[in-house]
């Protein structure tokens, strides 16, 4: 009976050699969490038989440290909760480890090509459908400027100018010129080109004449601009400007809005001159942001937002079922899985260009290894004890 207890040692001993040694080995491991062997005894009857490893616990709730990578598609969830990626056959699968790229029909997939589940781009304010997401890799066609926002000051200092009518060739005709950049229907740049004029009457008035990629002043429109006494412009004070088809793109139509200019005194300056609108562009990359979005950037300067990845939290992690040393599914001692994007809810936050490390203590698996070997030699005493024994009684008979 004791050759049998101590053999049961051994055994269960070389799996808990087996985890400990899994875990040192992974020590280096993105997202590893560390395993433990329990222990429990064996009766047979109302005897004890031995020992055997019940179960192996994974230290899932424990995060692992901090790594700077530097590199935009990876990332690392700070709290509760794991990225999720669908494989071929259709599984969830659950993992700590967010190494990201784009793959060559152009979705989101992990380290082993799984498919990155996320939220697709918001529309009317409502977060977009959960499921695969998709990078734009071509080309995005132009966008039509409808809009410039122009912030500054015009300086109260100003005088009416000595020569009249408005010259571009001659800056004395004017107080100040500024330039916008706009956009046509097919991403043309053209130069929208302010002139801005002292009016002599009624006070506080400045009169905006607009020209376009250096041709001669438009007659109409001529925004005037009028200030009250303390240099503001009433909220909403914007000009609409047409430009007719021409060269087989459509018409331009687009509003300056002057929200924010100021008439004091001090230099003349300029906080704000933007327009929407944009020439076409190529894919060059994709990043991730620290609220989880996967942003596609253009050749263009353009970054646009074409998903959130999804992070889902459990009642019990602990009970997740591995799959690999780095991955999960869900069963149902785990619980459901709760989706939502990263810092909602109890899914944590999110550290781009940085992963997660292992959570395995090298201090804590040497110390148990040094353990286990002792325990080891102990059976392996009762087994040499017990065939001692056996041999004297054999040469007794």
């Known amino acids: 009976m004791s050759f049998n207890i101590a053999l049961s040692g051994i055994q269960a001993i070389n799996e808990q050699l087996e985890a400990v040694s899994n875990n040192i080995?992974?020590?280096?491991?993105?997202?590893?969490?560390s395993s433990r062997a329990n222990f429990a005894s064996v009766y047979a009857g109302d005897s004890a038989?031995?020992?055997e490893v019940a179960s192996l616990t994974q230290n899932i709730a424990q995060n692992g440290g901090l790594i700077n990578t530097g590199r935009s598609m990876d990332a690392m969830i700070q709290g509760r909760g794991f990225f999720t990626s669908r494989d071929a056959q259709g599984v969830m699968q659950y993992t700590r480890v967010g190494i990201f790229s784009a793959n060559k029909d152009g979705y989101l997939v992990d380290t082993a090509g799984r498919m990155v589940q996320g939220y697709g781009p918001s529309a009317?304010?409502?977060?977009g459908v959960m499921g695969d997401i998709k990078i734009p890799t071509g080309q995005i066609p132009a966008v039509a400027t409808t809009r410039i926002d122009y912030v500054g000051n015009l300086s109260h200092g100003y005088t009416t100018p000595a020569v009249s009518p408005l010259d571009p060739a001659n800056d004395k005709s004017y107080n100040y010129v500024k330039q916008s950049v706009v956009y046509d229907s097919v991403g043309n740049q053209h130069t929208l080109t302010q002139y801005f004029v002292k009016a002599?009457?009624?006070a506080n008035t400045m009169n905006v004449h607009y020209a376009v990629d250096g041709a001669a002043p438009m007659t109409t429109p001529v925004r005037t601009l009028t200030f009250n006494t303390k240099?503001?412009?009433?909220?909403?004070?914007?000009?609409?400007?047409?430009?007719?088809a021409a060269g087989g793109v459509d018409a331009m139509n687009f509003t300056i809005s002057y929200d924010g200019t100021t008439h004091v005194a001090g230099e003349s300056t300029n906080t704000t001159n933007r327009s929407n609108g944009y020439a076409s562009g190529s894919f060059v990359g994709v990043e991730l942001a620290e609220d989880g979005s996967v942003v596609a950037k253009y050749s263009n300067e353009q970054r646009q937002v074409v998903g959130t990845l999804a992070i889902a939290t459990f009642p019990d992690e602990g009970s997740l079922a591995p799959t690999s040393d780095t991955s999960w599914v869900a069963n149902n001692t785990s619980g459901a899985p709760l989706?939502?994007?990263?810092g909602v809810g109890l899914a944590g936050k999110l550290s781009t260009g940085t992963l997660e490390g292992s959570n395995v203590?090298?201090?804590s698996e040497l110390v148990g290894l040094m353990t286990s070997q002792r325990n080891y030699q102990a059976n392996s005493?009762?087994?040499?004890t017990e065939n001692q024994m056996m041999q004297a009684l054999m040469q007794a008979l």
């Open 124 to 127: 009317g304010g409502a977060q």
């Open 339 to 342: 989706y939502s994007a990263p």
């Open 25 to 33: 080995a992974n020590a280096g491991t993105y997202g590893f969490k």
């Open 49 to 51: 038989n031995g020992v």
């Open 361 to 363: 203590d090298i201090t």
């Open 381 to 384: 005493k009762v087994i040499t």
């Open 231 to 244: 240099g503001e412009l009433p909220a909403g004070t914007t000009q609409a400007i047409s430009i007719p």
């Open 200 to 202: 002599a009457t009624p």
